[in-house]
């Protein structure tokens, strides 16, 4: 699984995210999908599969995690 480089990965932050609550950033990599907490960027992220990544965010919009 590649490394997200900090100084060249470009982080997106959900637009339902606001500056004072816990939220998570997503950056996609060649092959790879990285998750982060936006108040902690310099710790290690999470990658996972697209194909991970994808099943995550359909489960979230069908509800499953409600």
């Known amino acids: 699984m590649p490394v997200p480089d900090p100084n060249i990965t470009h982080w997106r ?3 339902h995210s606001s500056d ?7 950056a996609f990599l060649d092959g790879a999908v990285a998750v982060r907490h936006s108040k902690h960027p310099i710790d290690p992220a ?3 599969t697209p194909q991970a990544w994808t099943a995550f965010t359909t489960a979230i919009r069908n509800g499953e995690f409600d």
Not at 20 to 26: I, R, S
Request: aromatic share 0%; glycine share 0%; with cysteine.
């Open 13 to 15: 932050k959900s637009s």
């Open 20 to 26: 004072v609550a816990n939220c998570v950033e997503v």
């Open 46 to 48: 999470l990658t996972v």
